[in-house]
């Protein structure tokens, strides 16, 4: 007994380290607009994603369930807003996704801004969208999610008790509007509000 | 190499080396994943998605695994002396220290549960295996299996409340799995996965200290059969000594009556030359009767020149198949050595018998035996010979009682030398390379002159 007493002591220690974060609750979010009240984009969308992430496909597939006239790149450039009647930007910086096109952040960064800004310049209604939830929020996600929120028309978000204020804050900065939703399934009805 | 800097070489560059590789070997491993799942959201099919889910728990698991072989092995190894407690201490601090440095080097997610769980995992490992050496592969087999089940957890949406599963490559998997609608997929491979190998690693402990026991006990078991054996050679041993000094001691009863009636017939004879034959008789079997004496009485020692045994154990020694030429020197002023000269002549025959016996094969047997003394007055007998040599394995075993190379010995030959020589205050040594020679060396304190 005697000597599995150290043994029990640090095995004691790292549960109470664990214990803490296991029983942290999510909080319950502070849900936003439901959906706009009006659209605010046309078709046809030019959809790209910020941060080599798989979510502008997935929002490429749910624009292609709601029949929403789309073209996706990974790698949209100003070019590529020729006959375009709106930008959706879905933030999602994966270092695995940028390693896997031998880009890094900046450079990604760098084009984004330049596509939005291109955009704002010629009067395309650009949305931003979240789908990352707390699994994707980190420094680089909100640096992205900055420097395209600055650009933004509309905001849609999957958010949790971490991100809410944030987007919030960059809501109020940019005198947007704002969707925080819970999960994907709840994703599609702002979505679709913004074009019908 | 100092045995301490190779490890700290081995932790510190063999750590950097592996991590480096590692990530550019996974480099292609993750574009493949990340094909896979491209793939699974376009088709929505979910097969891929599974697909994808593996592969990813592959590649969790091979990402930091670094961090853990290196600092498990490099406590286990480098600190095993050292007790329990500060081993535990030290493995905290390495894994954190190598986990931080691959989290701030590659930039990934800390994910504080599967790293605790993987402490605990290592430090169980160390506190059932930090006595046993050999199962060190064992132990990392059961580690590297750990390190794959704590990875399944990661897939788990379900724990993600928990602060589990934040990784790039896993939250890639989340999203899409959320969009196929498919969370509840991902749960199961998390959980299908996770049991087996922890069932897996714990039964694989179980084994392994099994059978650890069960050789521990074999050990002991053949301890006690070669304490048995030996014990047994010493009462064999003991019981031929009695044995020989009883059919010795018989030798005595007809040299009586041999003396006895020598005496009676020179008594009885006029004759001259009978009478000389007589006292010659007489002196023969006062000496046969001195050495049976000698034999019996271990302590009955004479002073005598060392030239006198030599050439009374050159008198002695039976050359059966080998013709060796024997080469002898003897320096003069030699000290006197005070010694029961039967016991002493029969160890430097056994000796002599077995440095012939060498050589028999070689195609130029040479025996050299050298003499010499120090200022000490010590006598130094080494008996050289270029025969067939002893492996360092036997070199160890040849004073031991019942150990033999050749099959009809009884292996109590060189024992019996050494006790004599040690009974005499003397020392003996040897040393042999195999296929060359062996080296005797026989120590004797000589008499000096006012003992």
């Known amino acids: 007994m005697a000597r599995s007493k150290p043994f029990l002591i640090i095995i004691i220690s790292l549960t109470l380290i664990i214990f803490p974060n296991c029983i942290k609750k999510p909080q319950v979010l502070q849900y936003t607009l439901p959906h706009l009240p009006y659209p605010i984009a046309k078709e046809r969308v030019l959809i790209t994603v910020a941060g080599q992430g798989p979510e502008g496909l997935v929002v490429a597939k749910i624009c292609d369930d709601l029949k929403i006239s789309n073209t996706f790149s990974y790698k949209a450039t100003i070019e590529d807003l020729k006959d375009i009647n709106s930008l959706l930007v879905a933030v999602g910086v994966s270092k695995v996704g940028m390693e896997s096109i031998y880009t890094d952040f900046e450079q990604e960064k760098q084009r984004i801004i330049r596509l939005v800004a291109k955009a704002n310049e010629q009067r395309i209604p650009i949305i931003m969208v979240y789908l990352g939830g707390s699994n994707r929020w980190d420094i680089l996600n909100q640096e992205m999610l900055s420097a395209v929120g600055n650009y933004a028309n509309y905001i849609i978000a999957i958010s949790s008790h971490k991100s809410e204020d944030f987007f919030h804050g960059i809501a109020m900065e940019n005198t947007i509007p704002f969707t925080l939703v819970k999960d994907m399934e709840r994703f599609y009805v702002p979505l679709n509000s913004a074009f019908r | ?451």
Request: glycine share 4%.
């Open chain 2, 1 to 451: 190499m100092n045995k301490k800097l190779f490890w700290w070489v081995y932790l510190i560059l063999g750590f950097y080396l592996s991590t480096y590789l590692l990530k550019n070997l996974l480099l292609p491993f993750s574009v493949q994943i990340l094909e896979d799942l491209e793939k699974s959201i376009i088709s929505t099919n979910n097969g891929l998605l599974i697909i994808a889910a593996i592969k990813t728990i592959i590649y969790e698991t091979l990402y930091d695994l670094p961090v853990f072989i290196f600092s498990y092995s490099f406590v286990y190894f480098y600190f095993r002396r050292t007790n329990l407690v500060p081993k535990f201490f030290y493995l905290l601090v390495i894994t954190l220290c190598l986990y931080f440095i691959t989290l701030n080097t590659y930039g990934s997610v800390f994910e504080l549960i599967t790293i605790s769980l993987m402490l605990i995992g290592q430090i169980i490992l160390i506190a059932i295996f930090h006595k046993n050496y050999d199962s060190f592969f064992s132990s990392l087999f059961v580690l590297i299996q750990l390190k794959l089940a704590f990875s399944c957890l990661l897939l788990a949406p379900w724990l993600n409340h928990y602060g589990v599963g934040y990784s790039d490559l896993v939250t890639n998997i989340k999203i899409s799995a959320s969009y196929l609608s498919r969370s509840s997929i991902l749960n199961f491979i998390s959980f299908a996965f996770f049991l087996p190998f922890t069932i897996g690693a714990v039964f694989f402990i179980l084994l392994s200290i099994l059978y650890t026991r069960r050789l521990e006990s074999e050990k002991r078991e053949k301890q006690k059969e070669k304490e048995l054996l030996k014990m047994q050679m010493l009462a064999e041993e003991a019981q031929v000594w009695q044995e020989l000094h009883f059919l010795i001691h018989d030798l005595k009863s007809p040299l009586m009556t041999t003396a006895g009636l020598n005496s009676l017939i020179e008594l009885k004879v006029k004759d001259p030359q009978v009478k000389e034959y007589c006292q010659k008789i007489g002196d023969s079997v006062e000496a046969v009767n001195d050495m049976i004496s000698e034999f019996l009485h271990n302590e009955k020692r004479k002073v005598i020149n060392v030239g006198e045994l030599i050439n009374f154990v050159r008198a002695n020694v039976i050359v059966k198949n080998a013709n060796p030429q024997v080469s002898i020197k003897i320096p003069p002023n030699l000290p006197q050595i005070n010694i029961n000269r039967i016991r002493m002549a029969r160890a430097l025959i056994n000796v002599i018998e077995n440095a012939i016996q060498a050589v028999s094969s070689e195609s130029k047997p040479l025996i050299f035996i050298k003499i010499n003394s120090d200022k000490d007055n010590k006598v130094f007998l080494t008996i050289i010979d270029n025969g067939s040599g002893i492996s360092q394995v036997n070199l160890a075993k040849i004073w031991n009682v019942g150990f033999s190379t050749k099959d009809k010995s009884r292996g109590l030959g060189m024992s019996f030398v050494k006790k004599v020589i040690e009974d005499h205050g003397g020392l003996i040594k040897a040393s042999s390379i195999l296929g060359k020679g062996t080296v005797i060396q026989i120590v004797l304190p000589g008499v000096k002159a006012n003992d």
